[in-house]
């Protein structure tokens, strides 16, 4: 029997039903509601009848292509249910299905040096071959239709595992660790929260037991890293959006959010619109010539830098401090081509 696109989404969505567990014996009116709103958007019957459902449901009990689907009914339950749990439909890949999956094998493939998708990587290569036998995905054009930016191998990959092991089950570690600033070995002792990834970097963000402190600590940093036996309570009241929330780049700094007020020219702005510079960006006034916008930040040096890296395109209206913090960085780079 063949298959058309309307049909094998009903079909599918019908095994889900058949199969849940929360859910179990779905009547013939909530299999159509679940079909209709599927497909349409809504569940109203005025795209899909009860009687498309009967249809639906012979055919999977009597097409060989659909298994013999081992659907019974419950008149205990007034529903539907699969005999044999453990059945589920094996229907073909369409066409959509090859393209989102083929776009979604190709992200994967992006990490593949990374430790911690060592082990999905066997897995992305099985999906993989099995498009091959639906539609060649090696092409010499692939590059021309769409392209990634490369996530490179980065130094501390290796402690991914590790980390989100100790993450999950709560467990101390002690941290041989050297900062940037400078070559000082420096040992913490640790609770790990969680980790975040920042320009193809992995940070870990931590609560250091002598200091009672939270750190940020970059993996490629970590000399050494022993997980210990104890274990810890993670605050209930820490949270991670909380934590970020006024926040600019991946360091945390002390000190209360700021109102930055900063004004973009025409062509700057339509960038800064469609892809704000930070989560609390509001706009307050847009022309033809100026876009200006206000972000609830804690000053740092990324910050800064971010300033620094609009040229002429920005301008810091106030507060006073970062405009005049900003005129000095912006003098001591000119002095260097003086």
């Not at 290796?158 to 050297?178: F, N």
Request: with cysteine.
């Amino acid at each position: 029997m063949a298959l058309n696109k309307y049909a094998t989404i009903r079909y599918r969505v019908i095994d889900r039903f058949l199969r849940s567990r929360s859910h179990p014996f779905p009547s013939k009116e909530r299999l159509r509601q679940a079909c209709e709103e599927e497909l349409y958007g809504s569940g109203t019957g005025e795209n899909i009848s009860i009687s498309t459902i009967e249809k639906d449901l012979w055919a999977m009990k009597n097409e060989a292509s659909l298994g013999y689907a081992p659907i019974v009914y419950s008149k205990a339950e007034n529903g539907y249910y699969y005999s044999d749990p453990e059945f589920s439909l094996d229907l073909p890949l369409t066409e959509e299905d090859i393209d989102l999956i083929r776009l979604a094998t190709s992200t994967l493939s992006q990490f593949k040096d990374s430790q911690i998708f060592k082990d999905l990587e066997t897995s992305v290569e099985k999906i993989r071959g099995r498009l091959k036998v639906y539609k060649q995905i090696e092409s010499k054009d692939n590059n021309r239709l769409i392209r990634f930016e490369t996530a490179p191998f980065f130094a501390g990959s290796e402690y991914l595992s590790e980390l989100l092991d100790a993450i999950k089950d709560h467990q101390e570690v002690k941290i041989s660790y050297i900062p940037f600033t400078d070559d000082t070995i420096r040992n913490y002792h640790i609770r790990p929260y969680f980790l975040q990834e920042h320009k193809n970097r992995w940070y870990l963000i931590c609560f250091e037991n002598d200091t009672e402190k939270y750190r940020t600590l970059g993996l490629d940093r970590i000399q050494e890293l022993i997980i210990q036996d104890s274990h810890f309570h993670q605050d209930p009241e820490f949270d991670p959006e909380d934590y970020y929330k006024y926040s600019f780049g991946i360091g945390i700094y002390s000190g209360k959010p700021v109102e930055v007020i900063l004004s973009f020219d025409s062509i700057q702005g339509r960038y800064i619109k469609a892809q704000p510079i930070h989560s609390t960006q509001k706009i307050i006034k847009e022309s033809d010539n100026q876009l200006l916008i206000q972000v609830s930040i804690i000053p740092s040096p990324e910050f800064m830098m971010r300033l620094m890296s609009y040229g002429s395109s920005v301008q810091v209206i106030e507060p006073e401090l970062i405009r005049n913090s900003l005129i000095d960085l912006l003098k001591a780079a000119l002095e260097k081509y003086e």
